[in-house]
Nanobody, 125 residues
């Protein structure tokens, strides 16, 4: 069983930066595709960024591309999301997620097997 725990959320002004971290325990971390999702009240979770289990292939939501960077450290069983030039519309609860299957879709919440508890990011205008 894989357990994920996010940290690093908080309140920041427009244009500021935050770095989210996700610590993993259990499972074989290096073989998982990992993602950061976010959710606002009344909306579905949307994939913000993903990093594939092998190599450095990444995906970004178009609205965050160039501002956010996803990275992983398999030796530390850790996933990160560096968020720069934050905007009020980035405010949400951010979740890290892990997908066991090494092939197939990874773009939707249903594609992931394990989830953290979420961390709140609030960007003030």
């Amino acid at each position: 069983q894989v357990q994920l725990a996010e940290s690093g959320g908080g309140l920041v002004q427009t244009g500021g930066s935050l770095r989210l971290s996700c610590a993993a325990s259990g499972g074989t971390f290096s073989t998982y595709t990992l993602g950061w999702f976010r959710q606002t009240p009344g909306n579905e979770r949307e994939l913000v960024a993903a990093i594939i289990w092998f190599g450095d292939k990444t995906y970004y939501l178009p609205s965050v591309k160039g501002r956010f960077t996803i990275s992983r450290d398999n030796a530390k069983n850790a996933l990160y999301l560096q968020m720069n030039s934050l905007k009020p519309e980035d405010s949400a609860v951010y979740y890290c997620a892990a997908r066991q299957l090494q092939r197939g879709s990874y773009g939707h919440a249903d594609d992931y097997d394990y989830w953290g508890q979420g961390t709140q990011v609030t960007v003030s205008s």
